[in-house]
């Protein structure tokens, strides 16, 4: 404590200008004459908690995995407390003889008839037509939007294709349907949940100058020329290739879903609550919005999941020694680049970039691991 209230001598002479004398030469008793013993004292546990501090977890080989809590218990003689967030423990389970089943999905030929009748739509010309709107409509519309009074949006001519969806505004489609052209109404819509407006409405104008609908393009060769293939089985073909690698992503997410799963249920998991405090606040902020208790309560579940899932799974490539070299990061960013583009190339020179790939990467090279390891059965169809 002598040493520490030596150094705030030092620190404050440097800082506090007192008449008649030059900044640093101010002797010790004028210079706690002038600021009081107080915060001569303030200085030097400032000073010397923190280093105490940093001494005693290096000396105990205390593992934090956050800045500490530190209550001040006496000041003389200086005496505190320091309450600290450990490195999370996992014991881990057999996941070496786990058995899942596979999720099996197929498609079928009427899979792929229910896509063409969708692109005999999505490939038709919008053209005018005099009827209220339907849905999947494109409504021509004026929209004038305000919160408490003051101008939130004003579109003149805006293209709206009226269905069901958060964007541009939830629960737009249903006020604009059967409107007819000319047609002008006003409306509240609420902000949906978790938007920094949640609570407030907003009050609408909207005016209908036009319809345009479309009518389905014949199913036949036409059709698949005007999507750059030979006729209408090379678009059955591609349709049926498209529709069995979604498929089989579809059935591969579901599996790591069900190894994780498994895995975690074996496994015994002990972590600071700091953990998913500070995962929930990235998360929020990332979001742009504000923590508030509703928010923090809705978030929570899902990132103490995330939370579990992850360090199961950094135990596991703990274990089983994965590793994710430069060689495998280099690899990585050259195609993501050669599929988005150059200027990703700088991106991922930043060291917060390339450590998020490392996980990313760590994270795929563990779940193939564990699907390796497990026992993997095809789910039985139904009515086998």
Known sequence: MSK???GAYRSLGQRVSIPGFRRGKTPREVLERYVGKEALLNEAIERLVPQTYRQVVQEKGIKAVAPPVIQVEEREPL????MVSLKPEVKLGDYRGLKIEAPLLVVTPE??????EELRYDQAPWEPVVRPVQQGDLAIIDVEGRVEGQLYVEEKGFQYQVKPAPLPFPGLAEKVEG???GEEREFNLPFSQGHTHQGKERHFRVRLSEVKGRQPLPLDDALAQGMNLADLAAL??????????RTEAEMRRELERRVVEAVVAQAEV???PVLVEREVEHQLRRQGLEANEERVRQLQPLVVQEVVHSLVLG?????????????????????????????LEKLFSAAPARQSLREALLWRKTLD????LTSVEKEAKSGD
Do not use: W
Request: charged letters at 40%; glycine letters at 2%.
């Open 179 to 181: 409107m007819t052209a």
């Open 4 to 6: 520490a209230l030596e």
């Open 369 to 372: 691991h564990l699907i390796k």
């Open 236 to 245: 059955r073909q591609e349709v049926e290739r498209q529709l069995k690698a």
């Open 270 to 272: 002990e972590y600071p």
């Open 111 to 116: 899979d792929v008839n229910r896509v063409l």
């Open 79 to 82: 005496s505190f407390t320091a």
């Open 315 to 343: 135990r596991v490539a703990e274990v089983e020694e994965i590793e994710v070299s430069e060689d495998e990061i280099e690899a990585e960013v050259s195609l993501v680049v050669k599929e988005k583009g150059k200027e």
